[in-house]
């Protein structure tokens, strides 16, 4: 990337979800009082000349600091959906990796606040490279990703236990 693109806005990636929109409450199905399973999430508007995908979900309501729900990347640009209950059983798209996410775990992690309603972003970037190397947290991942970000959207959910 030119010096120049790092000021430019990456372009919009529109992302969804069968088991709810935009703002609306998550499933229960998803959560920590649920099956704790992923959702599925669906994707368009990849640019052309993308090398990979990454899929992350965070909670900024979390006390003290964003918290990291779920963190995929090196997803083929040629996939465009993440079914439900995808992660954690070997059931990502060929040469994924899911990230350490702050429970350390390498899998999703549902939703599950303390007290009150927290939001929760899933956010799909296209990067213009490939990491290529597993094991990784979140945060050493984020530090690879940070200046190759060509394109991105977010799907905004809610969550709060009964």
């Known amino acids: 990337m030119t010096p120049l693109s790092h000021a430019l806005e990456p372009l919009q990636i529109k992302v969804s979800s069968t088991s709810f929109s935009e703002g609306e409450e998550i499933p229960a199905?998803?959560?920590?009082?649920g099956d704790d399973i992923s959702p599925p999430i669906e994707w368009s508007g990849v640019p052309r000349g993308s090398k990979s995908i990454v899929v992350s979900l965070d909670d900024p309501d979390a006390p003290h600091r964003i918290w990291n729900h779920w963190y995929v990347y090196d997803i083929s640009p040629k996939v465009t959906h993440l079914p439900e209950g995808v992660s954690g059983k070997g059931k990502l798209p060929e040469g994924s990796i899911e990230a350490i996410n702050d429970f350390g775990?390498?899998?999703y992690g549902g939703p599950c606040p303390p007290r009150g309603t927290h939001r929760y972003i899933f956010t799909v970037r296209a990067l213009d490279v490939?990491?290529?190397t597993a094991g990784l947290s979140r945060l050493e991942v984020e530090r690879q990703v940070y200046d190759h970000v060509i394109a991105e959207g977010h799907l905004k959910g809610r969550y709060r236990r009964q």
């Not at 199905?29 to 009082?33: K, L, P």
Request: proline share 0%.
């Open 29 to 33: 199905m998803y959560t920590c009082d």
């Open 130 to 132: 490939e990491i290529r």
């Open 105 to 107: 775990k390498r899998s």
